[in-house]
């Protein structure tokens, strides 16, 4: 299953040229390094829908809580980052 993912930006690192600006993102406790090229309204706090390791869109936090609620109901949060669970 492929899918986009919601998480929080939680540090913008390279903040100098837009196409290579990154960020720490924050997936319901799993953190990972994401491209932030396509949003570059992405702030620190702000939710965004990452899709293989780039952000596609900035989202509001209800919508992110709705579809983490969502993803955890499927068990799939895990599975999509790479963590099966056991």
Known sequence: MCLAVPGRVIEIMDEGDVSFRRGRVDFGGIRKDVNLAYVP???????????????????????????????????????????IPQ
Request: proline share 0%.
């Open 41 to 83: 309204e992405a702030e620190i706090g702000k939710y965004v829908l990452v899709h293989v390791g780039f952000a596609i869109s900035v989202i509001d936090e209800a919508e992110a809580q709705r579809v983490f609620r969502y993803l955890e109901e499927l068990g799939g949060l895990q599975e999509e980052l790479g963590e």
